[in-house]
C-alpha cells in the first residue's frame, strides 16, 4: 500500500491502515522521541500520544512536504509540550556572548549512534532539547526561543553549554576507548 493509500484509508477510520501507519512510522519517530526525552517509556507514551494526535488531524496534512516531515513535526510537538510540564529551562542562565568559548566541537566518527543517544541522554534536558532543536532538526535560535518561551541568548548560551559538555563526555567517552 502506497503511503498516499495509506493516509486515505486512515483517514476513512480505517483501524488496519491506522495500525500499518503507526508500524511504518514508529520506529523513526520512538527515535526522535527518545533525543528529547531521557525515560524510554516517557518518549514511548509521547510517541503515542503523538499518533494520536496524527490520527486524529490528519485532515490537516496538504500533502505539502514529506508526509514523515509532517509527523516529525508532531513529535517534536509532543515532546517539547511534555519537557515543557517539567520545565527543564527553570535553570537556565545567559551565558555572556563577549566571553570567547574556543573552537567549536567537532563530531567524533568513532562513536557509533547508540554512543551519541547515550551521550545526549546525559546532557540536562534543557541542553538537550535546545542541542536537538539546533544541531539535529536545524532550527534557528528565533524559532527555538518561541518554541520553548525561553530568550534567544538562553537558547544560544543553553547550545554553547550542551556542546561544551558533549565535547567533554565525547572526550571522556574516546579515553575509555584507547
Same mark, same amino acid.
Given at each position: 500500500?502506497?503511503?498516499?493509500?495509506?493516509?486515505?484509508?486512515?483517514?476513512?477510520?480505517?483501524?488496519?491502515?491506522?495500525?500499518?501507519?503507526?508500524?511504518?512510522?514508529?520506529?523513526?519517530?520512538?527515535?526522535?522521541?527518545?533525543?528529547?526525552?531521557?525515560?524510554? &517509556?516517557?518518549? #514511548? #507514551?509521547?510517541?503515542?500520544?503523538?499518533?494520536?494526535?496524527?490520527?486524529?488531524?490528519?485532515?490537516?496534512?496538504?500533502?505539502?512536504?514529506?508526509?514523515?516531515?509532517?509527523?516529525?513535526?508532531?513529535?517534536?510537538?509532543?515532546?517539547?509540550?511534555?519537557?515543557?510540564?517539567?520545565?527543564?529551562?527553570?535553570?537556565?542562565?545567559?551565558?555572556?556572548?563577549?566571553?570567547?568559548?574556543?573552537?567549536?566541537?567537532?563530531?567524533?566518527?568513532?562513536?557509533?549512534?547508540? #554512543?551519541?543517544?547515550?551521550?545526549?541522554?546525559?546532557?540536562?534536558?534543557?541542553?538537550?532539547?535546545?542541542?536537538?532543536?539546533?544541531?539535529?532538526?536545524?532550527?534557528?535560535?528565533? #524559532?527555538?526561543?518561541?518554541?520553548?518561551?525561553?530568550?534567544?541568548?538562553?537558547? =544560544?548560551?543553553?547550545?554553547?553549554?550542551? =556542546? &561544551?559538555?558533549?565535547?567533554?563526555?565525547?572526550? =571522556?567517552?574516546?579515553?575509555?576507548?584507547?
Amino acid at each position: 500500500m502506497t503511503e498516499l493509500d495509506l493516509i486515505a484509508a486512515c483517514k476513512r477510520q480505517d483501524r488496519r491502515a491506522q495500525k500499518m501507519l503507526y508500524e511504518r512510522h514508529a520506529p523513526v519517530m520512538l527515535g526522535v522521541c527518545r533525543r528529547y526525552i531521557h525515560d524510554t &517509556s516517557e518518549a #514511548e #507514551e509521547v510517541m503515542v500520544e503523538g499518533f494520536f494526535k496524527v490520527l486524529t488531524k490528519l485532515e490537516m496534512y496538504n500533502f505539502e512536504g514529506s508526509f514523515e516531515g509532517w509527523v516529525r513535526r508532531i513529535m517534536i510537538n509532543e515532546c517539547l509540550m511534555h519537557l515543557r510540564k517539567g520545565n527543564p529551562f527553570k535553570h537556565a542562565e545567559e551565558i555572556n556572548p563577549n566571553i570567547d568559548h574556543g573552537e567549536e566541537p567537532t563530531i567524533v566518527e568513532r562513536l557509533e549512534s547508540e #554512543e551519541i543517544l547515550g551521550l545526549l541522554d546525559e546532557l540536562p534536558p534543557g541542553y538537550r532539547t535546545v542541542f536537538n532543536l539546533y544541531v539535529v532538526e536545524g532550527y534557528k535560535h528565533r #524559532e527555538i526561543a518561541e518554541e520553548l518561551g525561553i530568550s534567544i541568548n538562553t537558547s =544560544k548560551s543553553q547550545l554553547i553549554l550542551a =556542546k &561544551s559538555r558533549m565535547e567533554e563526555l565525547v572526550k =571522556k567517552r574516546l579515553g575509555r576507548l584507547s
